[in-house]
């Protein structure tokens, strides 16, 4: 994403809109983060209550999903917020430039960044068709809710199907290594 809003410079030192990409970077991961570790938790949550027995929720898994990556996205993206002043307070501006300009050339952030926007985009239309169509409790929530919300749990799905589809291109290029045929043959 940032790749495709900001020029690289050559060198480091010569980064334009250094605080900018640093800013934006952190606090989408912020974002991913907080919607990751809200889902998660409700998913334990929903497994350890059908295990238990427990009479169910009075909301279906979807409305708590949706519920749990919009709170996790808004605390996520402030706890970030508060960290990234506390990290880079009274920084001098090459260290910004040098970490906005590595984050520009690393391929492995190019392509989360990628995969989670497409994520919370789908996510985001997903649970506003939910909360038209009135599907698994989202009827009653507002727009911005159930779009933030979906955003959040969007984003938090598009990052782990990225871990899946690197992990298998990882594994495949791994055994094609091994059988003689990849880049590393002798």
């Known amino acids: 994403m940032l790749q495709k809003l900001f020029v690289q410079a050559p060198y480091a030192e010569d980064q334009p809109s250094a605080k900018p990409i ?4 952190v606090l989408h991961r912020g974002y991913n983060a907080g919607a990751l570790i809200g889902t998660i938790g409700t998913t334990l949550n929903a497994a350890f209550a059908y295990i238990a027995t427990r009479p169910p929720y009075p909301d279906p898994i979807i409305a708590r999903l949706v519920r749990s990556g919009s709170y996790g996205s808004f605390y996520g993206t402030a706890f970030m917020a508060v960290g990234l002043t506390m990290k880079m307070w009274g920084k001098e501006p090459i260290e910004w430039q040098d970490r906005s300009w590595r984050l520009l050339i690393n391929e492995g952030q190019n392509h989360t960044d990628d995969w989670s926007i ?9 649970s506003l068709i939910g909360r038209k169509a009135r599907f698994g409790g989202l009827g009653r ?7 933030f919300g979906g955003a959040g749990l969007g984003s938090a799905l598009g990052i782990v199907g990225h871990v899946i589809t690197t992990s298998r291109d990882v594994a495949e290029a791994e055994s094609k290594v091994k059988a003689g045929e990849g880049p590393l043959k002798s």
């Open 22 to 25: 640093l800013i934006i970077h």
């Open 118 to 126: 497409r994520g919370a985009g789908i996510g985001a239309v997903m």
């Open 141 to 147: 929530w507002s727009v911005l809710r159930a779009g």
